[in-house]
């Protein structure tokens, strides 16, 4: 049972590189997230959506961009890192709806951006 | 605005009672969460709590008064594996609005 699998899990990166973060489940789940975490503060979402070919953008989108051209896969590209990136991301992936619907996270991605 | 409030650190004692509490105002309500996160892991789901009142999971429980903001979370009989940040998070409509965690300490 893989769930989420969420890759890399470090990266460093230089100002101005740009990468994608992998994301994929294998629940079938149609809700997927991305999140940063940083010290001190709670998980914030950065980008969403709510199934194959529609996303929507969270509290912190600025930087980053997602798409999701199936129900698999969920990848999060930083286009220019900036050191106010550095951060440990996690994809998180649940059903959509009102009951109780957990979310699985993947294991992160600790990224540092020099 | 979206506001989840949790004590930033509490230190308890192996074996003892803990009680980890959360308050939030939010716009919309569907159900709140716990969940535990082991530092340099991911977060694992502990408990969820729509309705009012106390839900009772093995050594762990979860309260929960919506009409005051309200929810706590209480571990019995510690153990050091339960050494971890506990986070409060709140679902309104699709997202879920995650407070800050609170970083419990256990000491033998």
């Known amino acids: 049972n893989a769930g989420v699998t969420q890759t890399p899990k470090f990266q460093v990166l230089k100002t101005g590189q740009s990468m994608t973060l992998q994301c994929a489940q294998d629940?079938?789940?149609?809700?997927m997230s991305w999140y940063r975490q940083d010290p001190g503060m709670g998980l914030r979402l950065i980008h969403y959506?709510?199934?194959?070919?529609?996303?929507d953008q969270g509290e912190v989108p600025n930087g980053y961009n997602v798409s999701r051209s199936t129900t698999e896969d969920f990848p999060l590209r930083l286009l220019s890192a900036a050191p106010s990136q550095t951060s440990v991301y996690f994809c998180a992936s649940n059903l959509p709806g009102t009951d109780n619907t957990e979310a699985f996270f993947g294991q992160g991605t600790r990224l540092t951006v020099v | 605005g979206q506001n989840i409030d949790q004590p930033t650190e509490m230190t308890a004692t192996e074996g003892a009672i803990v009680q980890i509490n959360c308050t939030y105002q939010t716009s919309g309500f569907n159900g709140l969460f716990w969940y535990q996160q082991h530092a340099g892991e991911a977060p694992t789901f502990l408990s969820y709590?729509?309705l009012d009142g106390l839900e009772e999971k093995g050594r762990f429980s979860s309260f929960l008064s919506r009409s005051k903001g309200y929810s706590y979370l209480l571990l019995k009989e510690l153990q050091m594996k339960d050494s971890a940040s506990y986070l409060c998070a709140v679902r309104a409509d699709y997202q879920l609005i995650w407070g800050a965690g609170t970083k419990l300490i256990i000491k033998p």
């Open positions: 709590n729509v």
């Open positions: 629940m079938n789940h149609e809700y």
């Open positions: 959506s709510v199934g194959a070919g529609i996303t």
